[in-house]
T-cell receptor, first 114, second 114 residues
Framework: SAVISQKPSRDICQRGTSLTIQCQVD?????MFWYRQQPGQSLTLIATANQGSEATYESGFVIDKFPISRPNLTFSTLTVSNMSPEDSSIYLCSVERGRTNTQYFGPGTRLTVL | GQQVMQIPQYQHVQEGEDFTTYCNSS?????IQWYKQRPGGHPVFLIQ?????EVKKQKRLTFQFGEAKKNSSLHITATQTTDVGTYFCAGPRYSGGGADGLTFGKGTHLIIQP
């Protein structure tokens, strides 16, 4: 099984600032994803983090707001830019388990924007 | 776009009672997955169902995949306090060349009264 860590685990930020979240996996993985989970809600896919190319964003999410890097097969970052209180959520990275299409999730980053 | 609906949103049960959550997709799924999220935790993979009409059991948990591969259910027999959490169903999202992350249902929050 993959071990996934995220940093920071939580943060409180001021409106208009940006926060970069890191996701580290203990083994090389092809598919890595970023999800958002608003308080008490379900998970919504933000984007697929592609190694060596630009991330693939889901409808409603744009690169200028959520730039993603994927420099290698074990690491990715998600930046939440120009934050507003509506961005207060838990941000989770996940990786695909082998070729099963099922996923391991990281512990999440709990973001509060004031 | 693809939608995955889940009911009920909340379920209160007395410890020892049974619990069932239902999941329905707007499109036929190649597989359906179930995840459990404990309060304050991250989603953890429980099971994947692939075949039409498939039934799988994990101790007190029984998972079913509908004949048309558009609906699924999770049944817990004789709930225990350790079953508390939110149960999500999820189906694969497909974009051109293959699966690309998951679409999650809204989840069922299971609350157990001792």
């Amino acid at each position: 099984s993959a071990v996934i860590s995220q940093k920071p685990s939580r943060d409180i930020c001021q409106r208009g600032t940006s926060l970069t979240i890191q996701c580290q996996v203990d083994s090389q993985v092809t598919m890595m994803f970023w999800y958002r989970q608003q308080p008490g809600q379900s998970l919504t896919l933000i984007a697929t983090a592609n190694q060596g190319s630009e991330a693939t964003y889901e409808s409603g999410f744009v690169i200028d707001k959520f730039p993603i890097s994927r420099p290698n097969l074990t690491f990715s970052t998600l930046t939440v830019s120009n934050m507003s209180p509506e961005d207060s959520s838990i941000y989770l990275c996940s990786v695909e388990r082998g070729r099963t299409n099922t996923q391991y999730f990281g512990p999440g980053t709990r973001l509060t924007v004031l | 776009g693809q939608q995955v609906m889940q009911i009920p949103q909340y379920q209160h049960v007395q410890e020892g009672e049974d619990f069932t959550t239902y999941c329905n997709s707007s499109t036929t799924l190649s597989n359906i997955q179930w995840y459990k999220q404990r309060p304050g935790g991250h989603p953890v993979f429980l099971i994947q169902l692939v075949k039409s009409g498939e039934v799988k059991k994990q101790k007190r948990l029984t998972f079913q995949f509908g004949e048309a591969k558009k609906n699924s259910s999770l049944h817990i027999t004789a709930t225990q306090t350790t079953d508390v959490g939110t149960y999500f169903c999820a189906g694969p999202r497909y974009s051109g060349g293959g699966a690309d992350g998951l679409t999650f249902g809204k989840g069922t929050h299971l609350i157990i009264q001792p």
